[in-house]
């Protein structure tokens, strides 16, 4: 296929980071997958993500408005003129395909592939398929998808993993983080609290009040990731010897110091804890579009590498139940390390790529 591929990789995190893995190995590997350039689309509110600070390929920004309140009514007038910019733009640039990674940031690229005739590709994250997806899955060549999705979902595609930045990418495909916990010694399990760039109270709160118990104290170390946000909140309240991070650029050293990972659900931080063999404790989100998260967590407890805490108060009761389950009993968190590790790609990049265009 001669000419340019775009990935439209919009929105948050959720939507990014398995772009830019994408684009990793479009950009290495252009010449054999056959074009001539690789591009990202991404809204310009992005321009100091991490994952676009250093990217590899060209990134086009834009500025499509976000749907919803008072703007419902007057959106089609505040989309057409940077759609229209997007247009000539796109056609510039001779593209030809474009990749759909969900949000409403990828409706420009997306309906530009449509109305003139180029190849749109689609890559669902999540167990419940975005509104994109949903809305364009009949216009699509191949749809990838991360996760099987939930009953009643009837989309054509194939399951391959949610592409993972090499950055984040183990050296070592193992689970040694929990080989070394046996049972009766006292050595301690770390965990490692992750509330999203954005934060996450709850999670915050939960972990500092499951500290006031002794039992809980002795056997773990906590390290929060807490969200810039969230930061001096959290490390004013925190009483114990938890470890209190805002926000961490390379992940990787936070997933080798863990045995246990505390956090929400999206699809991103799921696909990063099971490439490291990670047991999980997930607290989704529950005002996430279409309760997606809870989906998605439903699934990885329903293949053992994780239990699921269906919440939105600061209770740390089950939180707490849960860990002193586990204290005594290491054998249940290298099985879950086993099943957690069965479920990852770490190929998933190259193998959407090569799906879709091989």
Same mark, same amino acid.
């Not at 419902?72 to 510039?92: A, D, G, H, N, Q």
């Not at 699809?267 to 047991?279: D, F, N, Q, S």
């Not at 790609?345 to 959407?352: D, E, H, P």
């Given at each position: 296929?001669?000419?340019?591929?775009?990935?439209?990789?919009?929105?948050? !995190?959720?939507?990014?980071?398995?772009?830019? *893995?994408?684009?990793?190995?479009?950009?290495?590997?252009?010449?054999?997958? !056959?074009?001539?350039?690789?591009?990202?689309?991404?809204?310009?509110?992005?321009?100091?993500?991490?994952?676009?600070?250093?990217? @590899?390929?060209?990134?086009?920004?834009?500025?499509?408005?976000?749907?919803?309140?008072?703007?419902?009514?007057?959106?089609?007038?505040?989309?057409?003129?940077?759609?229209?910019?997007?247009?000539?733009?796109?056609?510039?640039?001779?593209?030809?395909?474009?990749?759909?990674?969900?949000?409403?940031?990828?409706?420009?690229?997306?309906?530009?592939?449509?109305?003139?005739?180029?190849?749109?590709?689609?890559?669902?994250?999540?167990?419940?398929?975005?509104?994109?997806?949903?809305?364009? %899955?009949?216009?699509?060549?191949?749809?990838?998808?991360?996760?099987?999705?939930?009953?009643?979902?009837?989309?054509?595609?194939?399951?391959?993993?949610?592409?993972?930045?090499?950055?984040?990418?183990?050296?070592?495909?193992?689970?040694?983080?929990?080989?070394?916990?046996?049972?009766?010694?006292?050595?301690?399990?770390?965990?490692?609290?992750?509330?999203?760039?954005?934060?996450?109270?709850?999670?915050?709160?939960?972990?500092?009040?499951?500290?006031?118990?002794?039992?809980?104290?002795?056997?773990?170390?906590?390290?929060?990731?807490?969200?810039?946000?969230?930061?001096?909140?959290?490390?004013?309240?925190?009483?114990?010897? *938890?470890?209190?991070?805002?926000?961490?650029?390379?992940?990787?050293?936070?997933?080798?110091? *863990?045995?246990?990972?505390?956090?929400? %659900?999206?699809?991103?931080?799921? *696909?990063?804890?099971?490439?490291?063999?990670?047991?999980?404790?997930?607290? @989704?989100?529950?005002?996430?579009?279409?309760?997606?998260?809870?989906?998605?967590?439903?699934?990885?407890?329903?293949?053992?590498?994780?239990?699921?805490?269906?919440?939105?108060?600061?209770?740390?009761?089950?939180?707490?139940?849960?860990?002193?389950?586990?204290?005594?009993?290491?054998?249940?968190?290298?099985?879950?390390?086993?099943? %957690?590790?069965?479920?990852?790609?770490?190929?998933?990049?190259?193998?959407?790529?090569?799906?879709?265009?091989?």
């Amino acid at each position: 296929m001669s000419g340019s591929v775009l990935i439209a990789a919009g929105g948050t !995190g959720g939507h990014i980071s398995p772009g830019v *893995a994408l684009a990793e190995v479009l950009a290495e590997k252009k010449s054999s997958f !056959g074009f001539d350039e690789v591009y990202l689309h991404s809204l310009i509110r992005n321009k100091d993500n991490p994952d676009l600070l250093n990217p @590899p390929c060209p990134v086009l920004w834009h500025n499509v408005p976000q749907l919803g309140g008072l703007r419902t009514l007057v959106y089609p007038f505040l989309f057409l003129f940077p759609f229209i910019k997007s247009i000539f733009l796109f056609r510039k640039l001779k593209i030809e395909a474009v990749i759909g990674m969900g949000g409403y940031s990828s409706l420009p690229s997306i309906l530009y592939a449509v109305l003139f005739r180029k190849k749109l590709y689609l890559c669902e994250q999540n167990c419940v398929p975005g509104k994109i997806t949903r809305i364009f %899955s009949k216009f699509a060549e191949k749809i990838a998808l991360s996760f099987p999705l939930a009953d009643g979902y009837s989309i054509s595609g194939k399951t391959i993993g949610n592409p993972i930045r090499r950055r984040v990418i183990p050296e070592q495909l193992n689970i040694r983080q929990n080989e070394n916990l046996h049972e009766g010694k006292k050595n301690t399990v770390n965990v490692l609290v992750l509330g999203g760039s954005q934060g996450a109270r709850q999670l915050n709160q939960m972990i500092l009040k499951a500290m006031e118990n002794p039992d809980i104290a002795n056997k773990y170390k906590f390290r929060l990731l807490t969200g810039t946000s969230l930061y001096e909140e959290t490390k004013r309240k925190s009483v114990g010897n *938890a470890e209190i991070i805002s926000y961490a650029n390379d992940m990787k050293p936070n997933y080798e110091w *863990a045995n246990i990972v505390v956090a929400r %659900s999206g699809a991103g931080v799921l *696909a990063e804890c099971l490439v490291y063999g990670l047991p999980m404790i997930l607290i @989704p989100y529950p005002y996430a579009a279409d309760n997606h998260q809870k989906e998605n967590a439903n699934f990885v407890e329903s293949q053992g590498a994780a239990e699921t805490i269906h919440s939105t108060s600061e209770d740390p009761t089950k939180l707490v139940q849960i860990l002193l389950r586990w204290k005594d009993h290491s054998e249940i968190l290298k099985e879950m390390g086993h099943k %957690s590790l069965s479920l990852s790609n770490v190929n998933a990049a190259y193998q959407t790529a090569s799906y879709f265009f091989h």
